[in-house]
């Protein structure tokens, strides 16, 4: 459910025919449902070589490459939207990786699991282990997660950077609301994920 709840969020924020970048693409998913539904330009860059292929036997264009090294090599402005789905905290580099993507993008939708969810605070709290859940699913041994965030962290990230966040969503597991006030206690407390908006201030 949830991740039909991101998939139709992600397109309601792009307009028809757009040319988009998903970075860390996975199986290319979210591009077979935004250029059948939206019907836009899409590339997509992944690390995986599996995801690769599954992604070109779909007919994308998606090519291998990892975001903390690859982004260099797009010109500025190459793309209307440039979309980080559940990848940033993957990366080794967030900050660069954050700087690129709204270099080369005139938007940027971005979905980062939020480590201040009130599940995960008790799993700590109380049971002393890093959580793993649905939203962080593997053992923090074998994860690929290595920088993971609040909200909040986030938030104050794009306070440094001077990236102006646009519009903010929280994903509550069973539907996704818009966040009118970004720097809510509650917002950081329920929400399994945050979607933003960005663009450069």
């Excluded at 971005?110 to 962080?136: A, C, D, E, H």
Aim: aromatic share 6%; charged share 20%.
């Amino acid at each position: 459910m949830s991740k039909n709840l991101n998939e139709n969020l992600i397109s309601s924020l792009i307009d028809r025919n757009s040319k988009v970048l998903d970075i860390g693409c996975g199986n290319g998913d979210l591009l077979f449902h935004l250029e059948k539904v939206k019907k836009i330009n899409g590339q997509g860059i992944e690390i995986s070589p599996n995801g690769v292929q599954e992604s070109v036997a779909k007919g994308l264009s998606v090519i291998q490459g990892d975001a903390d090294i690859d982004l260099a090599s797009f010109p500025d402005n190459a793309f209307d939207v440039v979309i980080l789905s559940h990848t940033l905290q993957a990366t080794h580099k967030p900050k660069e990786v954050l700087i690129e993507m709204l270099r080369i993008g005139k938007k940027c939708i971005i979905s980062i699991p939020n480590f201040g969810y009130w599940k995960y605070r008790i799993q700590m709290l109380f049971m002393g282990v890093m959580p793993v859940s649905k939203t962080l699913s593997e053992p923090w041994y074998a994860t690929g997660n290595i920088h993971l965030c609040t909200l909040r962290d986030f938030i104050e990230l794009c306070e440094l950077l001077n990236i102006s966040i646009d519009e903010a969503f929280r994903n509550t597991t069973h539907s996704i609301k818009k966040i009118n006030k970004p720097n809510s206690y509650l917002n950081n407390l329920l929400s399994i994920e945050g979607i933003f908006v960005l663009s450069n201030n």
